[in-house]
């Protein structure tokens, strides 16, 4: 995540269900770096359970020991999910988002740079992601591209939720690495046009078109600078 520009008074936030939390910038991100080392293990974890042969009592060791490393992580949790949390410099946070999230394992997680064309990021999935064998899940591929593009119709100055998502798959995408790409390609009243796509080192897998909604009365920011 990147660091935001102030612009709008924060009180314009609430209304959109974003959560204002004045940790400061500089802590909020010692404390991402920490937690996304844990997530990172986790991640691991998902991976080396998925592919591990280990004999089956050693597969019970392993378990009990997990289950003790989550006893130590229950003593003190949130009362329900993440949220999304921004801070008075606008920092956002979304430690727990599915794509996105430095504290979730089971984000892959895309690392999304906005540019003057919309979004982009460039990922590497592994067993986690697996439908047909050796290929992503389609439904992993919807969930990716959602993501990829309602930030792209956010341009990180508005709100905008997914309306239509709608996918084609023009062949299977392999596990392994791939990039995200999407763009704005219309816009009516509090309507986004968003197209949409992953490829591998052939070209094009998938290709999606959206229909991201600003909520009505939600804030539009002046236009901010790429990372
Ligand atoms: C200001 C400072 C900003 C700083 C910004 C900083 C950070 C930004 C941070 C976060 C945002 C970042 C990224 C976002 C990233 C990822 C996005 C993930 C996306 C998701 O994962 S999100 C979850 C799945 N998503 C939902 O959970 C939506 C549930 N749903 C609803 O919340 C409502 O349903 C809604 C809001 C969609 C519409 O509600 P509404 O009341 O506003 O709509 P309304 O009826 O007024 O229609 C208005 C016009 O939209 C057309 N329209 C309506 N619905 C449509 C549809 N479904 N498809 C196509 N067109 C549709 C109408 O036909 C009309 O069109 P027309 O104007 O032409 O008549």
């Given amino acids: ?33 920490v ?9 691991d974890l998902i991976d080396a359970t998925i592919r591990t042969t280990v004999e089956d009592d050693e597969v019970h060791r392993v378990r009990d020991d997990l289950a003790a490393l989550v ?17 008075t410099e606008f920092r956002s ?12 394992g089971i984000a892959p997680p895309l690392r ?19 439908g047909p064998p050796g290929l992503v899940h389609g439904g992993v591929s919807a969930l990716l591209l959602d993501h990829i593009m309602g930030e792209t119709a956010s ?14 798959y023009r062949r299977g995408t392999p596990l392994g690495p791939l990039r995200l790409e999407g763009r704005i ?5 509090r309507k986004i046009f968003v197209a949409g796509s992953i490829s591998d080192a052939d070209g094009v897998t998938v290709e999606a078109e959206g229909v991201f909604i600003q909520p009505a009365g939600t804030p539009t920011a002046p236009e901010r600078p790429s990372t």
């Fill in 1 to 33: 995540m990147t660091s935001r520009q102030p612009s709008l008074r924060a009180s314009a936030w609430q209304a959109g269900g974003f959560v204002r939390d004045d940790t400061p910038t500089a802590e909020v991100e010692r404390r991402e770096a």
């Fill in 35 to 43: 937690i996304e080392s844990l997530a990172g293990t986790v991640r």
């Fill in 71 to 87: 006893d130590r992580l229950r003593v003190s949790q949130l009362p329900g999910p993440a949220g999304v949390r921004y801070n």
């Fill in 93 to 104: 946070w979304n430690w727990g988002n599915a794509v996105v999230g430095a504290a979730n």
């Fill in 112 to 130: 999304i740079v906005h540019d003057s064309d919309g979004c982009h990021a460039d990922v590497v999935l592994g067993a986690a992601y697996e």
């Fill in 155 to 168: 341009g990180r100055r508005r709100t905008a939720f997914t309306g239509t998502l709608t996918m084609r």
């Fill in 185 to 189: 390609v219309g816009e009516e009243r």
